[in-house]
């Protein structure tokens, strides 16, 4: 029982997650004016890309190719062991949140290192600045899953979401919503999104992602929107889980709310983006600071 | 029967290290005999400790000696046997990495006295193991010391692998020292040297100075921050199969003599625990962070090198706070998590070395501003590379996760279950921040390597016209990339191998439920990187499916229309970790030199940038200036001229004969 409910998430993630670009196109739009391209876009472009075939610089590699393979390989066992509401992950054990940040870190490592494979200054940039904010991105993350942990007495994250919220009451109470606040920042930082890059700018100097998989086409550019639409549902089911204050108490019920979160995560990032600029670079890493303080306040409040 | 074989594999590299030197010294003799001995000596010595390890039968030898207080007395318990295994094992490629690379040198050196060196450094390092006995451990750990001098001026015709060597000399003997005083009161507070004789229960102040001094000393052929300053300078001068060994297990004798000196020490207080937390964390964070300022590929790995030591000290710390407090779970997690990120990073750091090596060897540069696309000249060198330095960022699914993940898992479990005593929720939280700091940082540091180093075009000539390594060379590579995917898939296994220690440091009874934990997330852990490799394989398959007779073109990059790209425009490893370094310029301090012309339409601008290290700008520095200044003010007493002593002789008869009538 509980296990196929893992396993419909994972199935549901892998087929739901290019909508919710489509959505926060949309909500884009909304806010412009615009009437907006279809809720499907996502998908018609994954498909389209994959009919294609390739053009490859001569600079590039095997890593070149290899980047956006397993890029998305790594995201998708990262879905895999990430709980939907208080449904566990299917690879769910102590610690299991280590190993979800550490393929993540995977994924950036490979794009990382496929981006300079180009040669092109541009990428260079962009792979630059992914190493650095990833850093304390990273921190922030782990930090957040600190302060669950102690709320929660687990270490597993289907241990902290079942019991983040089963009870009455959570265990963590405000320090929950400063820690889904941090994981927000975190989420935006990592799924490239305003205010810290912008998916829509691809020729500036500033961007961050965009400019690191300049060169990709074709299948291995849908294999790169592919992974990101996933990284974004990953993200957002973990933010739901912890924003969400409240369980059905079965499983299905728990998934249905939890997917309805990260549907209403996906319009908040639409808003987000539609209300404010990007950042300076220089200002990114003192938001990413800002996500550090607020998750050491909500340590400091549990550990009070 | 297994002591036989430990003697016999000491043996063989003894009488291999006088054969090479008789062998005459040039051509390519001295290195087969070495080969063959140091391959002898390594595989008799694993066989050894796998013997100990798995039958559980310790195996000691005991002899009369002419020293006082004490007797030869050699042992293997599975401490010893962890670490003779990651000893030989990294010994044992490094030779035959060795022979190739020492190839080219046969002519010009005495490849004789290097290789007698290098089996006398593997011999002592396996005396160090495994002495049980104060003066035979400070006698093997001076040889070791000397040996590794010895290496380290293998190209002593430069000026600066003489300065390095001797600031690598000046540090193994004040480290030495402390070590003396160390045995010196041990031996006084138990009249014997032998370390089974350590049983008198030492007052807290007496066991607070000897663990300080043993940190001192242990430290300094470690590398924790801030006696570090040898390393950087003497683990790149040493030909690269020296540095692979020094870097890769010879700085973690000193790990294995801080466990074995706690070890005798009875219960240790909490206060020993944070201080070895506190430094790990330091120079995890700060040995990264240097070692991401480098331009020099094998100085960068040498304080990588910092940075792991710092990783295996949270372990230890936490192993210690784990004692003190009582928590089973969390001491075993963290001497285990340290103990295989030991073993693992010998690996890993050997490999990356072997890789700088022949990168160094195939152009002539260790500048890595000067290399670029050296993936299509030395592919073999490059994948093997490649997977070392994702190993080192420990990502899965290679070896350099596990050790960590260890760590982690311990580290959040105090936290987890924390609350009542605060103090330990702390460290787990310090453990935890640095852990991801450094994780994050190790991840832009080794992705500038390998993007600058072997991928892109080639920014200088002698990158252009790189060669891949010879086939001995890559054997050596190749075999430790594999090791490094096999062990870290073979999670649970490692965690069986490494209990065996922790059983001995922490009783078996009490360790049995926790390995088994371990082993248990091991396996899924190892399931989730099975999943991830095959999930990788279908995707591959399927884009080469979806690639086949489709139209499939080559071009140029494309750099926003600009026609004509050159190499030069690339990012380079400084501009590549530039913005990481600007966010920590307040540790690091680098230094910028910009020169830009004035004047309309200037046509010349430079910019280059330098990062000291602050330790030995700020503090060695000062310091040994002012010894230097204090011996040249008393050196006005003593120039030369014996006229002077002779008067100096009278003036002091002189007084005392003042003194004595008076």
């Known amino acids: 029982m509980k296990i196929m409910a893992s396993i419909i998430h994972i199935l549901l993630a892998l087929m739901l997650s290019p909508f919710l670009m489509g959505i926060i196109n949309r909500v884009k739009a909304k806010f412009a004016g615009r009437k907006g391209q279809p809720l499907l876009q996502t998908y018609y472009d994954i498909i389209k890309l994959l009919k294609k075939g390739s053009v490859y610089s001569a600079t590039t590699t095997w890593v070149f190719r290899m980047g956006p393979v397993l890029g998305l390989a790594a995201v998708i066992t990262s879905i895999m062991i990430i709980p939907s509401g208080g449904i566990g992950g299917v690879l769910s054990f102590s610690g299991d949140f280590i190993l979800m940040a550490y393929a993540l870190g995977l994924t950036r490592f490979i794009t990382v290192v496929a981006a300079m494979d180009t040669g092109s200054a541009f990428e260079g940039m962009g792979a630059s600045r992914e190493a650095q904010f990833s850093i304390i991105a990273e921190v922030v993350l782990l930090l957040g899953m600190a302060t669950l942990a102690i709320g929660t007495k687990n270490i597993s994250l289907s241990g902290i979401y079942s019991c983040l919220w089963g009870g009455s009451a959570s265990p963590l109470g405000p320090a929950a919503f400063l820690v889904a606040f941090a994981l927000l920042i975190v989420l935006l930082t990592e799924n490239a999104r305003i205010p810290v890059d912008d998916p829509n700018t691809h020729l500036e100097l500033t961007m961050i992602h965009e400019v690191m998989v300049l060169d990709h086409g074709g299948v291995d550019l849908a294999f790169i929107q592919y992974g990101e639409s996933l990284k974004l549902w990953l993200f957002s089911a973990l933010l739901a889980g912890i924003a969400i204050p409240f369980r059905t108490g079965t499983a299905y019920g728990d998934m249905a709310v939890n997917i309805t979160g990260i549907f209403a995560i996906a319009v908040l990032v639409g808003i987000i983006e539609s209300c404010m600029a990007r950042l300076r670079l220089l200002h990114v890493p003192q938001m990413l600071l800002a996500a550090l303080s607020v998750t050491i306040a909500a340590l400091l409040w549990i550990l009070r | 029967m297994t002591m036989c074989m430990m003697l016999t594999s000491i043996a063989a590299l003894f009488s291999g290290g006088i054969l090479s030197v008789l062998s005459g010294g040039s051509g390519s003799r001295p290195s087969r005999i070495g080969l063959v001995t140091s391959l002898t000596g390594a595989v008799l010595a694993i066989a050894a400790a796998a013997t100990v390890l798995w039958t559980g039968t310790e195996a000691d030898l005991r002899l009369a000696w002419q020293v006082p207080f004490a007797s030869f007395y050699i042992a293997i318990d599975p401490l010893s046997a962890f670490f003779i295994i990651t000893i030989s094992l990294v010994c044992g490629i490094a030779a035959i990495y060795g022979t190739s690379y020492l190839h080219p040198y046969k002519d010009r050196k005495n490849l004789g006295a290097a290789w007698c060196f290098f089996n006398l450094l593997f011999a002592s390092m396996l005396l160090v193991v495994l002495s049980r006995n104060g003066v035979l451990f400070l006698v093997a750990w001076e040889a070791m010391s000397l040996s590794s001098f010895f290496l380290v001026m293998f190209e002593h015709e430069r000026h600066e692998v003489r300065e390095a060597g001797w600031v690598y000399l000046i540090a193994a003997h004040a480290g030495q020292a402390c070590l003396m005083f160390l045995f010196i009161l041990l031996g006084g507070q138990n009249s014997s040297l032998d370390f089974d004789k350590f049983t008198t229960p030492m007052g807290t102040a007496a066991a607070g100075i000897i663990f300080i001094l043993a940190v001192a000393g242990f430290g300094a052929k470690a590398g924790f921050l801030p006696l570090h300053v040898w390393l950087p300078d003497a683990h790149p001068a040493a030909p690269s199969h020296v540095s692979a060994v020094m870097s890769g297990v010879m700085i973690k004798t000193g790990i294995y003599g801080l466990i074995r000196i706690i070890s005798l020490l009875g219960v240790p207080p909490q206060w020993w625990g944070w201080t070895l937390l506190f430094i790990g964390a330091v120079s995890g964070v700060v040995g990264v962070l240097y070692a991401l300022c480098q331009h020099d590929i094998k100085r960068l790995l040498a304080y990588s090198s910092i940075e792991n030591i710092g990783i295996i000290t949270i372990g230890l710390g936490l192993w210690l706070i784990g004692i003190s407090i009582n928590n089973t779970a969390l001491a075993a997690l963290g001497l285990m998590g340290g103990l295989l990120h030991v073993f693992n990073h010998g690996i890993f750091k050997s490999l990356l070395f072997f890789g700088a090596g022949a990168v160094a060897h195939g152009t002539g540069t260790r500048n890595m501003d000067l290399m670029g696309g050296l993936q299509k000249r030395m592919p073999g060198t490059a994948l093997a590379f490649g997977i070392g330095a994702a190993a080192i960022c420990g990502l899965p699914p290679l070896n350099g996760f596990v050790g960590e993940f260890l760590i982690y898992i311990g580290a959040f479990g105090i936290v987890a279950q924390g609350g009542a005593s605060g103090g330990p929720v702390a460290g787990g939280l310090i453990a935890l921040t640095a852990l991801g700091l450094i994780g994050g940082l190790a991840a832009a540091c080794f992705t500038k390597v390998f993007g600058v180093v072997f991928l892109g075009e080639p920014r ?45 440091m922490l009783g078996t009874a009490g360790i049995a439920d926790i390995s088994d934990m371990a082993f248990r997330i091991f396996l899924k852990i190892s399931l989730g990187c099975g999943a991830l490799i095959i999930i990788t394989a279908i995707l591959w398959a399927l884009r ?14 494309w750099d926003c229309g600009y026609s004509a790209p050159t190499s030069r425009m690339q990012y380079t490893a400084s501009s590549f970790s530039w913005p990481v370094i600007s966010m920590f310029q307040w540790i690091v301090r680098p230094r910028v030199h910009r020169g830009i012309r004035k004047g309309f339409f200037p046509s010349y601008a430079e910019l280059s940038s330098r990062t000291d290290d602050i330790f030995r700008r700020y503090l060695f520095e000062p310091v040994f200036n002012a010894i230097s200044r204090l011996a040249q003010a008393i050196h006005a007493l003593q120039e030369g001229r014996n006229q002077l002593y002779v008067l100096y002789i009278a003036i002091t008869i002189l007084v005392l004969l003042l003194l004595k009538v008076r």
């Open chain 2, 544 to 557: 080469r499916i979806l690639l086949f007779d489709r139209v499939n073109n080559t071009g140029p990059t």
């Open chain 2, 460 to 504: 200088s000539s002698a990158s252009k016209g790189a060669h891949e390594a010879p086939g001995s060379m890559r054997f050596a590579m190749t075999a430790l990339a594999v090791l490094c995917v096999v062990l870290g898939l073979a999670g649970p296994l490692s965690v069986r191998f490494v209990s065996k220690v922790a059983g001995q």
